[in-house]
């Protein structure tokens, strides 16, 4: 089985941003305890008395305004973290991928950019089950995890309702349950989805490059078209970040 875990970065309803992120990593199952364990070590090398007490937000991280990220006195130092965090997806196996979506807010102003991003992600997950049985005869099912927040009832409807109804792409086939909401202090695996997510905002909110591009080649790609970097916009046809250009490629068939 491969679990998603997801989380956000940026805020439906703070006007001063242009964007929403939903974005994370999906492992297969026995990766869980690995990735877990990456995460655990660098707590230990950051508060060595008590790791566990170490929960690692990256836009808590970045300014430094709460313990112990305050007690990093150099920027430099902070953002060494968000990359070190990073580089454990970057150096993951090869089953392990990221996934994320970027609304820009402006251009659904009648619509929920949450629902919108979820919806693209359950989709585009669903469709990567369905390529790896196709491909590699891999039969596997998957399983959505996401940390708690104020989106928890809303998604669990919108979740149920895409098994039954379908989302724009068909049904989906391949979710063994609808999503589960997690504590994103208990769960290791949802931090590193932080990390994931908030790289891609600082890349479309801040153009900022620096974090994405440590994990840009672990997003799901085929023939040089990325599948799981998605950006919804309606706004700027000529857009050049990695995700449209890339859908702009001619379609090479073997």
Not at 121 to 144: H, N, P, T, V, W
Not at 222 to 247: F, I, W, Y
Request: with cysteine; proline share 4%; charged share 25%.
């Amino acid at each position: 089985m491969y679990l998603l875990y997801l989380d956000d970065s940026g805020s439906t309803g703070n006007l001063q941003e242009q964007h929403l992120v939903l974005g994370g990593v999906c492992v297969f199952e026995r990766q869980v305890h690995w990735a877990a364990k990456e995460m655990e070590e660098l707590a230990t090398r950051i508060q060595p008395a008590n790791p566990e007490a170490v929960e690692f937000h990256a836009s808590e991280i970045y300014p430094g305004r709460t313990e112990p990220w305050k007690g990093m006195k150099s920027k430099e130092e902070r953002r060494h973290v968000i990359r070190d965090v990073l580089g454990i997806v970057a150096r993951a196996h090869d089953t392990t991928h990221a996934f994320a979506c970027v609304v820009h807010k402006a251009s659904f102003p009648n619509a929920d950019p949450m629902e919108i991003a979820f919806e693209e992600l359950c989709s585009r997950f669903d469709m990567e089950l369905k390529r790896m049985y196709a491909k590699e005869k891999d039969a596997q099912r998957g399983l959505i995890i996401l940390d708690k927040s104020t989106h928890e009832t809303s998604l669990q409807k919108l979740a149920r309702n895409f098994r039954s109804l379908g989302t724009r792409w068909g049904v989906l086939v391949n979710m063994v349950d609808v999503p589960m909401f997690v504590d994103s202090a208990a769960s290791r695996l949802v931090q590193i989805a932080d990390h994931i997510a908030y790289a891609v905002f600082r890349r479309y909110e801040a153009g900022d490059t620096s974090y994405l591009d440590i994990i840009l080649n672990k997003f799901v790609s085929e023939n040089g078209k990325l599948h799981s970097l998605v950006h919804r916009q309606t706004t700027n046809p000529d857009c050049l970040c990695p995700a449209c250009m890339s859908r702009k490629l001619p379609t090479t068939r073997a």
